[in-house]
């Protein structure tokens, strides 16, 4: 009973209060077709891939766009370098060995919006993680950080966006 009476209080809250997803203002910002283009960084050409699957993947899934195969047939552009990656050590186990990690990587974006407006911005992603019992940081382990910190990076991207006037076009 209690939780159905919380359920509608909050359901009226967020009405009446005007929320609306970030899927919505997005859509006035990016428009319905956005082309993706990522830097591909020589030193470590997997972790660019990851990103590029992580942002096509965050346009469809939370945005509700499409992706553009060309730059001429999309109404907005997103250029993503991936500028760093740092993992930093958290706690170690009782032998000395690391068995906590946090992962920062920034993304560096450069937004063009439907109406050629430019637009640039580093965002940072964190992601914490544990190591097991083996102590040792594997090449699985660290792509799978990189790309959840990746994603962080690049809601934060989408939430700085979406807060930018309505552009004209």
Request: net charge positive.
């Amino acid at each position: 009973m209690w939780a159905r009476l919380w359920g509608i209080c909050l359901s009226l809250l967020l009405l009446g209060c005007g929320y609306q997803p970030l899927a919505r203002y997005s859509e006035q910002q990016f428009g319905e077709r956005i082309y993706v283009d990522i830097s591909i960084n020589y030193r470590d050409p997997e972790n660019s891939v990851l990103i590029k699957d992580a942002i096509l993947r965050s346009i469809v899934q939370r945005l509700g766009a499409k992706v553009a195969i060309s730059p001429k047939e999309a109404d907005s552009q997103i250029h993503v370098t991936l500028h760093n990656v740092r993992f930093a050590s958290l706690a170690e186990n009782t032998e000395g060995f690391t068995s906590f990690y946090r992962i920062f990587v920034t993304l560096r974006f450069r937004y063009y919006d439907k109406a050629g407006k430019v637009t640039e911005m580093d965002t940072i992603g964190r992601h914490t993680f544990s190591i097991d019992t083996h102590s040792i940081l594997t090449d699985t382990r660290r792509l799978e950080a990189i790309e959840e910190a990746s994603i962080q990076a690049l809601d934060a991207f989408f939430a700085k966006i979406a807060t930018l006037p309505k552009p004209k076009g």
